[in-house]
């Protein structure tokens, strides 16, 4: 747009109604005011998201291919927020989030999938996994999650007795991976066919040490 544009449009706008001005405006800036609006709402949300304070996250899990009740999700999220540690919900929080891989017919949202959960574990943002078999034959086959010998004490492994999975591997023998957990109230459904949940942990995040605290506290939860 050019200067003797701009003074064009003022010497029109003089002798006209408020009504004509912004019908005049619209016709010919209509255009520019979008762009403008557009540009200016996008300006904002990357400033917002630049600037706002992120939250401490006390502890992050997801479920994969397991569908769990409104109160176990709220369990994994909200009721775990104090014996994690949590003090103040505007600077902290714990995170659950469910995942469903899809089918394999479906080459690129299963990828797409697997390829999240593996991004999560890279970047050591993912405390603990609830699988069916599927997910748990995909991700433990790669030597996703540590030894469990690594993570809980001796007391609770042992108290767990017919309920430790355990994966064998070519470099370093059988190591104890995953925890069946099938029995736990909160678990709804697994994939079609399956009737079987585990937890399993990466062992990579800075909060390794809260794992005996949380894994005392889900099996301990009854629905309450």
């Not at 939250?55 to 997801?62: D, N, P, R, Y």
């Not at 017919?105 to 299963?110: C, K, T």
């Not at 790669?142 to 470099?171: H, P, S």
Request: glycine residues 8%; negative net charge.
């Amino acid at each position: 747009m050019q200067r003797r544009d701009i003074w064009k449009a003022k010497e029109v706008l003089k002798d006209m109604s408020w009504q004509e001005r912004i019908d005049y405006i619209w016709s010919y800036f209509g255009v520019y005011i979008i762009i403008g609006t557009v540009c200016l709402a996008v300006l904002i949300s990357i400033l917002a998201t630049v600037f706002r304070p992120q939250k401490e996250v006390l502890l992050s899990g997801v479920s994969v291919n397991v569908t769990l009740t409104e109160e176990g999700e709220r369990y994994l999220s909200d009721m775990l927020f104090a014996p994690m540690g949590g003090t103040d919900a505007q600077q902290q929080m714990v995170e659950f989030t469910p995942r469903f891989l899809g089918s394999k017919e479906d080459y690129e949202g299963y990828s797409a999938q697997v390829m999240g959960m593996v991004a999560l574990v890279a970047a050591q943002s993912l405390d603990y996994a609830i699988l069916d078999k599927e997910a748990l034959e995909q991700f433990a086959g790669g030597q996703m999650f540590d030894d469990l010998r690594n993570l809980l004490t001796a007391e609770q492994i042992a108290a767990l007795e017919g309920k430790v999975i355990t994966m064998e591997y070519e470099e370093v023998g059988a190591i104890p991976v995953a925890i069946d957990i099938s029995a736990l109230p909160f678990i709804k459904e697994c994939a079609p066919g399956e009737k079987t949940a585990f937890i399993a942990f990466p062992g990579n995040t800075p909060r390794t040490e809260k794992l005996v605290t949380f894994f005392d506290h889900l099996l301990s939860w009854q629905g309450k």
